[in-house]
């Protein structure tokens, strides 16, 4: 997917000053973040929880190459064929590939962020290979003209029951809808033709099992278990980094998983898919790909940056993130929105690429708070900004007022003089007023609200002047 | 006791009063208060900007200026926390103040922490009433545990009426130089917070974070509230009505 990630300042302004995005962010504000609160404290020991899951993805990822080798090694013993991708490109050719070795018309997909990454469905469109996206928000996005995900587990969160109602209204030709149970059964009688229908699957994967040569697919809506048993072909396509070594970590991350995410203690289908239908078996595919997708994980390995590659992709920094819940995903440019977006999206697709995007945080740690693995979002935003700044990558100007006022703060008399002249213009822009409405200084402050005045007089001399 | 205040630039430059009003609170509490006379900024704005360089000059100079006393208190939690628990990541690479940035950072504290957990003040000087609500700033709260000590100074006001907002805990949308790089989303923000604190009826909206408190207050003039007023915890507890 091609990123608009250096678009942020202008995407953001658009998306404030959308009035139906900006009601739709307001309902859906509370409900992920409320659910949670009480779903966790249905765990005894939530913190210790976090805890081992942090050290077992840590266990993980300092030793991917081997857990990588040992998944391999098992699932091809299973009868699956492990596939590797470099990056979006080579993801496309090989499901492009599988699609034509097997005389592939139609793939349905349930929810994979890594064919977004890839830009999947428009290269599988060009191959003549239609795909249906399952999971029904995806399906709502693909219909509306192929619109991005704003969410990376709520996919069409920005949207509303009006949008939606208006857009099946005018795809399916149908009479329109307003209740959400007709909705969804439209969306089920369509799509339940595909299912019939097509001859792949495409999924993503939550896990690989490295213990049994599995992928961990954690859903809600059913479709993951069509799009991967009723087609003869499934294509799992996964980061590298989802490996765990065995089921018991499954199972202490599924404990934090459905909760952070969506306040659920379970989700509705929590399914472990091993190896190709075999002799005796009533259901699965004839052929199970796993392509296992690196585009920028492998470099991270062993970088300052290695806690992000923890992440379970639950999506609870997002819901907590003041910016996130104000302005959306799609603001944000890329795959990934939110706090860990901000992190991964420099980091997958170039730090020069998303200047923005690591200042795009009140750095109020909400997100490090209800992150399940522990990972530092605020700190690893810091440390992207000092990348930047290491890289030259920031504004002049910027840098230029960094320097002067380090310098002038380290030498207190000179930061007596400035300060002894700048409240004093600030007391006279008030003007005997509370605030200051434009400031010169600082144009970004003043757009949206007003700068107060100060007292008129600073507390070194005032505190000089009691002394004395 | 003897403290050393660290003012903060934020306090020096717009609201002295939150200063005097400190040293109020740590005299009724027996402290010997000193001002350490040279002292500027704490050098987070430079650090969480990435200017890794120019926050080691400044942290170097306050540890410099505040190692020798017994206790240093900030009114702010943000700057508090700056200097205990940054410091010694910005001087991870130099021994010898990487120590003394250790040595320094156990001694730091955020005012109303110190009131309650070290000092232990008895009573609070002044004789503030009405409704209030309080914000809790996101670096106070979730890295210094500021939570319950500000509600404890505030209990000791007989006429303080305490009601709590709904989202205390959510960010007001300041975040230093976020204000200045993404100022309607900051400002947008800041709107959830203001509505949220003046549901509650409150007629001051408290806090102990001066940077969160020009936000709210700049955001709540823009409204048109030219009455709630916001204030820091320090003069409240110290103000004398």
């Known amino acids: 997917m091609e990123s608009r990630a250096r678009r942020f300042k202008s995407n953001s302004e658009a998306a404030l000053a959308n009035p139906v995005l900006q009601g739709n962010m307001r309902t859906a504000k509370g409900k992920f973040v409320d659910k949670r609160a009480i779903s966790i404290k249905e765990i005894d020991d939530f913190e210790g929880t976090r805890e081992a899951a942090k050290a077992l993805r840590n266990r993980v990822i300092e030793n991917l190459d081997l857990w990588l080798e040992k998944f391999e090694e098992i699932a091809t013993a299973r009868g699956a064929t492990v596939l590797w991708a470099k990056d979006g490109a080579e993801i496309c050719r090989h499901v492009v590939d599988i699609g034509k070795q097997h005389g592939i018309k139609k793939a349905v997909k349930s929810k994979s962020m890594l064919s977004e990454e890839a830009g999947l469905n428009l290269a599988l469109e060009a191959a003549g290979i239609q795909p249906v996206e399952t999971d029904l928000g995806e399906y709502i996005l693909q219909i509306n003209n192929n619109e991005p995900p704003s969410h990376i587990i709520a996919p069409v969160v920005h949207k509303g029951l009006d949008e939606v109602a208006d857009l099946f209204h005018k795809v399916h030709k149908t009479p329109r809808k307003t209740e959400i149970p007709a909705l969804t059964r439209e969306a089920r009688e369509v799509l339940r033709e595909h299912f019939l229908t097509a001859e792949m699957g495409i999924s993503g994967g939550n896990f690989l099992v490295a213990e049994t040569g599995s992928v961990a697919l954690v859903t809600n809506e059913g479709n993951g278990r069509m799009v991967t048993t009723l087609p003869r072909v499934h294509v799992v396509i996964t980061g590298i980094e989802k490996v765990i070594p065995t089921l018991e970590d499954l199972s202490t991350l599924m404990r934090l998983l459905p909760r952070s995410a969506t306040g659920q203690s379970i989700s509705n289908y929590v399914s472990v898919l091993t190896g190709t239908k075999a002799a005796g078996d009533l259901d699965g595919p004839e052929h199970l790909y796993f392509i296992l997708v690196d585009n920028g994980r492998a470099d991270v390995v062993g970088s300052e940056f290695q806690d992000m590659l923890r992440c379970i992709r639950c999506g609870a920094c997002m819901n907590h993130c003041p910016v996130y819940q104000t302005i959306g995903g799609h603001a944000y440019g890329w795959v990934y929105p939110g706090p860990m977006g901000s992190v991964l999206t420099p980091l997958y697709t170039g730090i020069e690429n998303a200047i923005d995007l690591p200042h795009a945080a009140t750095l109020c740690n909400q997100c490090g708070v209800v992150c399940p693995v522990k990972i530092p979002l605020p700190e690893l935003l810091r440390k992207l900004r000092e990348k930047q700044v290491e890289k030259n990558l920031r504004p002049w100007f910027e840098r230029v007022a960094f320097r002067l006022w380090a310098w002038v703060a380290s030498c207190p008399t000179l930061y007596g003089i400035g300060t002894w002249f700048a409240v004093r213009y600030l007391k006279w822009l008030a003007g005997g007023n509370q605030t200051i409405p434009i400031l010169g200084a600082a144009p970004e402050w003043t757009r949206g609200r007003d700068f107060p005045a100060p007292e008129g007089k600073t507390f070194r001399e005032l505190y000089a002047g009691r002394k004395s | ?241």
């Not at chain 2, 305490?162 to 400002?187: D, I, R």
């Not at chain 2, 709107?191 to 009826?201: M, S, V």
């Open chain 2, 1 to 241: 006791m003897r403290v050393a205040l660290f003012v903060t630039c934020l306090v020096d430059l717009m609201r002295p009063r939150i200063g005097f009003a400190a040293i109020e609170l740590l005299e009724a509490a027996d402290c010997e208060v000193i001002v350490p006379a040279a002292q500027t900024c704490c050098g987070q704005p430079a650090w969480n900007s990435g200017d890794r360089a120019a926050a080691a000059k400044l942290a170097k100079k306050v540890i410099a200026e505040f190692e020798g006393h017994e206790y240093v208190v900030a009114p702010s939690g943000s700057c508090a926390d700056h200097i205990r628990t940054e410091y010694p990541v910005i001087l991870a690479d130099e021994p010898d103040w990487y120590a003394r940035a250790v040595a320094l950072g156990s001694r730091v504290y955020e005012l109303t922490d110190f009131l309650v957990n070290v000092a232990k003040l008895v009573s609070v000087p002044g004789n503030f009433a009405g409704r209030i609500t309080y914000h809790d700033s996101c670096t106070g709260l979730r890295s210094l545990g500021i939570k319950a000590q500000p509600r404890a100074l505030l209990a000791k006001l007989s006429g303080v009426d305490l009601q709590e907002m709904n989202g205390a805990e959510e960010c007001c949308g300041f975040g230093g130089t976020f204000s200045v790089k993404f100022g309607e989303v900051s400002a947008a923000i800041a709107e959830r917070k203001c509505n949220n604190a003046c549901a509650t009826g409150a007629s001051a909206i408290v806090g102990g974070d001066l940077g969160c408190l020009l936000n709210i207050e700049g955001k709540l003039r823009r409204m048109g509230d030219t009455q709630t007023r916001v204030m820091h915890i320090a003069e409240v507890l110290a103000a004398k009505e």
